[in-house]
């Protein structure tokens, strides 16, 4: 992933919301002056994703990315996975457990498992 933007501050976190030490796998949070305030007219995934800042000023918010990532010695950020069931495919940001609800709704289907096959512009969606 890289070192943060000039205005935007990386924090890595535990479940507890406590920095995790440099070389540990954490939740990315993003915050500072270029954190949006929220998700326009969504306020469900607002609370749940922008979240107070508990090291910053009073009112300030981090933005919960999802994305587990670590330090690495150089100070910058390595990307290790996903802290929930999301994913991309061709750019776009899929919750699988939400296709998979779907999908269990038809009375014909019992049991349903979505994952994502290939990489980058050649992944698609297996069900």
């Known amino acids: 992933i890289g ?3 000039r205005g935007v501050s990386a924090l890595v976190l535990d479940e507890r919301l406590q920095p995790v030490a440099p070389g540990a796998v954490g939740e990315l949070y993003v915050a500072g002056e270029h954190l949006a305030r929220g998700y326009h007219g969504v306020r469900p995934l607002t609370s749940k994703r922008f979240i107070a800042n508990p090291f910053g000023d009073p009112g300030e918010r981090m933005y919960r990315t999802g994305d587990l990532v670590r330090w690495t ?10 802290a929930d069931h999301q994913t991309k495919v061709r750019g776009h940001r899929i919750e699988l457990g939400e296709i998979d609800a779907v999908l269990v709704a ?3 289907v ?5 994952t994502t096959h290939g990489e980058g512009d050649r992944a698609h969606l297996v069900s």
Do not use: K, M, N, S
């Open 3 to 5: 070192r943060p933007i």
């Open 106 to 108: 038809d009375a014909a």
């Open 73 to 82: 010695p150089d100070h910058e950020l390595e990307f290790r996975g996903r």
């Open 110 to 114: 019992r049991a349903a498992v979505t």
